[in-house]
């Protein structure tokens, strides 16, 4: 039996990894969930239904509502960026699934390496904030980071049986999101509801607003230069609409190795569960005579700016994915809120990329203050801005 502890319990993936749950009940049982708490009724059901032994909100009176509603024996509550934390750390779990989204997950992630708790990445803004600082706690405490974003499971499984040093270099795909075909002069006008209907995924809003802008791509690109240890020149991005060959890795004899699928989460969030064994995953299965053609495009990154400032911040060391990835945090919630237009997510992050004059981060309580200074800084720009209302 292995026991799971769940960040982001309430999220797109964190919802899909408790089905999982339901469908093996001999295999995986829960010992942890964490989640914001915006949804109290719902983190009440997943512990009847579930019975972890604790449970952590980082609102405290979701907290308390969650004490009102369950009736003991409840699991132990905790709260607070350190009750998730310590949620990660104390409770006794096989594996830890990082599904918070953003930044949120970087203390609870790093909490569970650090106690030598195996992984599951859902989270890739913890990669990039800290990917340097993190791979290397792991390799300290012989922990495995085990990949659920769906590229980077297809990369690992690409990568089993072969010889790490013969690899020329790999190709994440990506669907394009829904403005592929949006002539770019029309970008800035396009709409919240537009930019959350994505083509092949369902997923979190923050992730989609990411696949629209290619940000998505531009954080995968340093997610994998950190899980698979590669040169900023080993990471080739290709667009492939149909998203049924999640990512390929090109050999140094030439031979290109691909991993295909339906678009489910459920297959490589069971592949992480499971690793290195495989389970029959209740998903639909490919037909690749129903889906008939495989087409792929060169990314256009003139239209996509995003995609070519996540890839400078490569080269650039480690204070520039942080501020990269605060600024997009930053920008996409007040593209969700209308509050500034669909180009202006490019604009905020060049500019912050630009003005940003600080060293490496050291540790991460470094990361955490930059990442809080950069927050700072994008939304006081956002505010002066005073863009009103967009459609
Ligand atoms: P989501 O928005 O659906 O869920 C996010 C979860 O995090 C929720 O449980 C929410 O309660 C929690 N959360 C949000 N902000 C928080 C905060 N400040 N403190 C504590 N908890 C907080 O997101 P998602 O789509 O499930 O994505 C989760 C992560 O997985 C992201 O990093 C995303 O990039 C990655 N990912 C998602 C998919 C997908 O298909 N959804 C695919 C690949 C990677
Ligand atoms: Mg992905």
């Known amino acids: 039996m292995k026991r799971i502890t769940l960040l982001g319990a309430t999220g797109s993936i964190g919802l899909r990894t408790l089905e999982l749950v339901s469908s093996f009940p001999e295999e995986f049982e829960v010992a942890g969930l964490a989640a914001r708490g915006s949804n109290v009724e719902l983190i009440a059901d997943l512990c009847r239904k579930y019975a972890p032994r604790a449970v952590a909100l980082l609102d ?3 907290v308390e509502r969650l004490a009102a509603i369950l009736p003991a024996p409840r699991p132990e509550l905790l709260t607070g960026p350190a009750g998730l934390a310590a949620v990660a750390r104390d409770v006794d779990a096989d594996i830890v699934v990082s599904a918070l989204v953003g930044a949120a997950g ?11 708790r195996t992984v599951a990445l859902a989270n890739k803004e913890t990669l990039v904030m800290a990917g340097g600082l993190m791979t290397a706690a792991a390799r300290d405490r012989g922990v495995t980071l085990l990949p659920v974003d769906s590229e980077h499971s297809a990369v690992f499984q690409c990568l089993q049986g072969h010889n790490r040093g013969d690899v020329h270099r790999i190709l994440l795909t990506a669907s394009g999101g829904p403005f592929r075909e949006t002539p770019r002069a029309q970008l800035a006008g396009v709409t919240v509801e537009d930019a959350l209907k994505h083509p092949t995924w369902k997923m979190g809003a923050k992730i989609t607003i990411d696949s629209a802008t290619l940000m998505n791509k531009g954080l995968e690109i340093i997610e994998a230069r950190w899980l698979f240890d590669l040169g900023p020149d080993q990471v080739q991005v290709v667009i492939h609409p149909q998203s049924i060959v999640h990512s390929m890795v090109e050999y140094i004899d030439g031979s290109v190795i691909a991993q295909l699928g339906v678009a489910d989460m459920g297959v ?9 064994e495989r389970r029959p995953a209740p998903a639909a299965r490919l037909d690749l005579t129903r889906v008939g053609q495989l087409t792929f495009f060169e990314p256009d990154t003139d239209k996509f ?4 400032l996540a890839r400078a911040t490569l080269g650039r060391g480690g204070a520039a994915p942080v501020v990269l990835n605060a600024a997009n945090e930053v920008a996409v919630a007040a593209f969700l809120e209308r509050r ?4 202006d997510i490019a604009e905020l992050i060049e500019r912050a990329l630009g003005a940003s004059r600080s060293g490496d981060p050291a540790s991460i309580e470094e990361c955490v203050a930059l990442d809080v200074e950069t927050r700072r800084r994008v939304s ?11 459609p």
């Not at 490589?268 to 290195?276: N, R, S, V």
């Not at 700016?305 to 070519?308: A, D, I, S, T, V």
Request: charged residues 15%.
């Open 106 to 116: 970087l203390l609870p992630t790093m909490a569970a390496v650090r106690a030598g």
């Open 60 to 62: 405290p009176s979701a």
């Open 268 to 276: 490589p969030i069971l592949y992480a569960l499971t690793y290195p």
């Open 380 to 390: 006081e720009a956002i505010s002066l801005r005073g863009a009103g209302r967009r």
């Open 340 to 343: 500034i237009g669909f180009t």
């Open 305 to 308: 700016p995003c995609l070519r």
